[in-house]
């Protein structure tokens, strides 16, 4: 059963089974002790991470592994907030950053602090002038994405981390999805990222804070790695994490060529072979692994239950899964669908023949759902069309408010109007880019007894 989630969580690197199984034989004492056994410890735990700086790019001393990814973002934000909070309390990150950065934001701001969160265009790249004209002198930390998580678009860290240091604001950069792809443009103060995603084992995070810059550790102190990170270290994971890091980073080269190929395959036939999709997402300023599509008049959960029926394990960032009920994040603030939402991201070692196997899956279980949902076909004009239509969708969530306006945009005279009353909150990015995708004039929202009502005026 291919499995193409690997943004998610990479399946285990062979190297990583490896050294994994090796260290569990000789990493399993305490570090910390002065006996054989500690010693062997301490030798494993000090190799793994020189390492892992040497993949990240920074000395072994100012690396601590964490118990994840997110754990380091966590330490990081509150870490270097705390240390510079002389400084003043003012935090940026972007709009589309992972929802532990967003988090600890949501955290920061609810603790008295202050956050500005950077709009991006509609490929999901922030621009590095908006960065930097949101710098102020009370400006503590600013963050920012090596590249996205949801749709692949690479930031431009080495600009924005330029205009940073200008300002004199320290920069973290959650690399979580592209360390294993290679080294993140210099520049940064402080660096994040979680070994599951680049094929090493769960449970271990890396944190990367560069030498001179201000740093407090948050929560009760603690002796284990240079008091950033507490608790026992799981050396044998740890171990595993590095080796595989070091590993994927000497097949990057090559895979990174493949898979973009076996990509750019999926970006140019998916529109060609489903009606009605969107590809989202850089294009070329990518990750080379991973491509983003939104589906019209598609609910995402529904479609991603055939296709794993039918053996192929994606993921989706879509409005309508079983964890939310609202909008990806980073759909909305890109401005593009959120139904239908597919993310597939591509493991090492992914055939052509498993990626053609895909895309003659794909049509049916869309045009399957598409039926399920009684999405529009095409149909003949109104003879008497009525200047205005309202189409009541209220209590029924995506993506049936925009099937409903597809289904009567037609009935309206060039110049009508159709408004759609919805509570879903999904409808406040949904109905524009549908209309942005038909050609059709998104009027705006107006405020409604329940939920809210959405015009659109029809101009072909």
């Known amino acids: 059963?291919?499995?193409?989630?690997?943004?998610?969580?990479?399946?285990?690197?062979?190297?990583?089974?490896?050294?994994?199984?090796?260290?569990?034989?000789?990493?399993?004492?305490?570090?910390a002790r002065l006996h054989r056994e500690g010693r062997r410890a301490r030798l494993l735990l000090d190799a793994a991470r020189?390492?892992?700086?040497?993949?990240?790019?920074?000395?072994?001393?100012?690396?601590?592994?964490?118990?994840?990814?997110?754990?380091?973002?966590?330490?990081?934000?509150?870490?270097?907030?705390?240390?510079?909070?002389?400084v003043g309390r003012h935090l940026v990150v972007s709009a589309v950053e992972h929802s532990s950065v967003l988090h600890s934001a949501a955290a920061h701001e609810s603790g008295g602090g202050s956050v500005t969160e950077v709009p991006v265009d509609v490929t999901g790249a922030v621009r590095a002038q908006a960065y930097a004209d949101v710098l102020r002198e009370d400006t503590a930390l600013a963050c920012l994405q090596?590249?996205?998580?949801?749709?692949?678009?690479?930031?431009?860290?080495?600009?924005?981390?330029?205009?940073?240091?200008?300002?004199?604001v320290p920069l973290l950069v959650d690399a979580a999805q592209s360390l294993g792809w290679g080294p993140v443009p210099a520049g940064w103060s402080l660096l994040t990222a979680s070994a599951h995603k680049w094929g090493g084992p769960a449970g271990v995070?890396?944190?990367?804070?560069?030498?001179?810059?201000?740093?407090?550790?948050?929560?009760?102190?603690?002796?284990?790695?240079?008091?950033?990170?507490?608790?026992?270290?799981?050396?044998?994971?740890?171990?595993?994490?590095?080796?595989?890091?070091?590993?994927?980073r000497a097949e990057a080269a090559a895979e990174s060529v493949r898979l973009r190929a076996l990509v750019d395959r999926i970006r140019a036939r998916v529109p060609a072979l489903v009606p009605d999709v969107e590809v989202v997402g850089d294009p070329v300023r990518r990750l080379p692994h991973l491509v983003t599509f939104s589906c019209l008049y598609v609910d995402g959960e529904t479609l991603l239950h055939e296709l794993d029926r039918s053996g192929f394990s994606v993921s989706s960032g879509s409005s309508c899964t079983s964890s939310t009920l609202t909008p990806s994040h980073v759909l909305r603030a890109m401005g593009v669908l959120s139904e239908g939402n597919v993310r597939v991201s591509l493991p090492a070692g992914t055939s052509g023949e498993?990626?053609?196997?895909?895309?003659?899956?794909?049509?049916?279980?869309?045009?399957?759902?598409?039926?399920?949902?009684?999405?529009?076909?095409?149909?003949?004009?109104?003879?008497?069309?009525?200047?205005?239509?309202?189409?009541?969708?209220?209590?029924?969530?995506?993506?049936?408010?925009?099937?409903?306006?597809?289904?009567?945009?037609?009935?309206?005279?060039?110049?009508?109007?159709?408004?759609?009353?919805?509570?879903?909150?999904?409808?406040?990015?949904?109905?524009?880019?549908?209309?942005?995708?038909?050609?059709?004039?998104?009027?705006?929202?107006?405020?409604?007894?329940?939920?809210?009502?959405?015009?659109?005026?029809?101009?072909?």
């Open 354 to 460: 498993d990626v053609d196997r895909f895309l003659e899956v794909l049509p049916p279980a869309v045009a399957g759902v598409r039926e399920k949902l009684g999405a529009p076909a095409a149909t003949a004009p109104s003879p008497s069309p009525a200047a205005s239509l309202v189409v009541d969708a209220l209590g029924r969530r995506c993506p049936i408010p925009v099937i409903e306006l597809a289904k009567v945009i037609g009935e309206v005279p060039v110049g009508g109007t159709v408004t759609v009353l919805s509570d879903d909150e999904a409808a406040r990015l949904d109905i524009p880019a549908w209309c942005a995708m038909r050609e059709q004039e998104y009027v705006g929202e107006e405020p409604a007894d329940r939920g809210s009502a959405y015009v659109v005026r029809r101009l072909s």
């Open 205 to 248: 995070g890396v944190l990367a804070v560069r030498k001179g810059v201000r740093f407090a550790v948050q929560g009760p102190a603690d002796e284990r790695e240079s008091g950033r990170a507490s608790g026992f270290e799981d050396i044998p994971a740890i171990v595993a994490a590095a080796a595989s890091l070091r590993a994927v």
């Open 146 to 168: 090596s590249a996205n998580h949801e749709v692949g678009t690479e930031q431009p860290v080495a600009e924005v981390a330029e205009a940073c240091r200008a300002a004199g």
């Open 50 to 86: 020189e390492a892992a700086a040497e993949a990240v790019g920074c000395r072994p001393d100012e690396l601590t592994f964490t118990s994840s990814g997110t754990r380091a973002v966590h330490s990081g934000i509150s870490g270097a907030l705390a240390g510079r909070r002389r």
């Open 1 to 31: 059963m291919p499995y193409f989630d690997a943004a998610s969580a990479a399946p285990l690197h062979p190297v990583a089974r490896q050294a994994l199984l090796a260290a569990l034989d000789e990493g399993w004492a305490d570090p």
